[in-house]
């Protein structure tokens, strides 16, 4: 499956030192899409290679975990649109659980079209005393529309309140609804109903009945996920999930004239940048970069890889350095052209014929670069925007700063 593959591709990494110098492409893009068990389907035009994904679980298959939104007490944030879920089984009391729900809370809130939260209660009534009252208080938040309020509030104010007694504890809890916002006299009296009274009972049993090993326990898309628990981690998967939505079925169409000249204008965050596109030396690189430009692969991405004196790499929309249009296109490193000098426009692989949509611009000469990559073009103006770009090598499970955005791309035929 999809995100088995990339889970243990991210294992892989963590168990590799970088080399020396790194490789353009940091990891392979079948990631996003991956490798057929049976030949690649091979398009009309020789050039390039669709990419097969594997057939994706069957939703209607037999699960013992309930359908998002058709858990007895799921709380959800997020569309039912996005293209990647994460459920999540929690436990207010739980210290991973706290740590965990302040890196789900940032995922949600970048990623707020891409990413449905599910929320499921699995109170450890037996190691934890103070997690029924905590599941009420919760529910009893959510009768007044503010589930998600009491939620952060119980996890941001773990320490305060896991070790209380009645009555301090009933005044604590009293005082978050406030905090919030709640009504009092409904926040108590829902508090002390029977309906909420029995919810952490229920959810307790409702876990061990179905196995659950503890809290937190983490799904997406449906699957178990026993990778590292981390925002990058996360992160990297929730971009590859999203990519898979745009990616292309199909190599692009023939979409240039190799005899006529074309520029590029990439529109960053820092200033333009002007390329002359080399549709003579590498047509089908020419091409399949122009069609992506015009249908907007490369609108508001960011520069991923920015290492200075060497390169500026781009075209990923999931950011992540892994992503791919959903097809391979052929090197064309037989025009001679060499990494000499800064200004180079050059297509990223992951070996020999795996060009999909990353580039990238020498911010010098780089011959160690020499017949692997296709070289496509040039800068003609704005090399020095380049130059300014912030310095940026992200790889899975290290959080860095988020990139300089490459707004868009257009293309002019001269």
Known sequence: MRLLIALLFLEL?????????????????????????????????????????????????????????????????????????????SDFACPTCAALSE???????????ELRLVYRHFPILTGYPNSGAAVRAAEAAHLQGKFWEMHNALFQDQAAWTELTDPALGKYLASLAAQIGLESDQFESDLASSAVAEIPEKAFASGLEIGLPGAPLLLINGQ??????????????????????????????IVIDPQQRYYATLKTEKGDVVLRLYADLAPVTVNNFVFLARNGWYEDITFHRVIPGYIAQTGDPSGTGAGNPGYFIIDETSSGLKFDRAGLLGMSNSGPDTGGSQFFITLGPAPQLDGAYTIFGEVVS??????????????????????????????EER
């Not at 026993?226 to 745009?246: C, D, Q």
């Not at 912030?390 to 257009?410: K, M, N, T, Y």
């Open 224 to 253: 178990i996920y026993t990778g590292p628990v981390n925002y990058s981690s996360l992160k990297f998967i929730i971009g590859l999930i999203a990519l898979g939505e745009r990616q292309f079925s199909t190599c692009p169409e």
């Open 382 to 411: 704005g090399l020095e925007v380049l130059e300014q770009l912030a310095p940026r090598d992200s790889l899975p499970g290290q959080d860095v700063p988020a990139g300089d955005r490459l707004i868009s791309v257009s293309i």
């Open 103 to 113: 890196i789900l809370n940032r995922l949600a809130d970048e990623h707020p079209t």
């Open 13 to 89: 990494l963590s168990a590799c030192a970088p080399s020396p110098q790194p490789v353009l492409a940091t990891v392979t893009p079948a990631i996003v899409q991956p490798l057929p068990t049976s030949a690649p389907v091979v398009s009309e035009a020789p050039q390039c290679q669709s990419v097969a994904a594997q057939p994706t679980p069957d939703a209607s298959a037999p699960s013992l975990f309930a359908k998002p939104g058709l858990g007895a007490y799921d709380h959800l944030r997020g569309p039912d649109s996005a293209p990647a879920t994460i459920i999540v089984y």
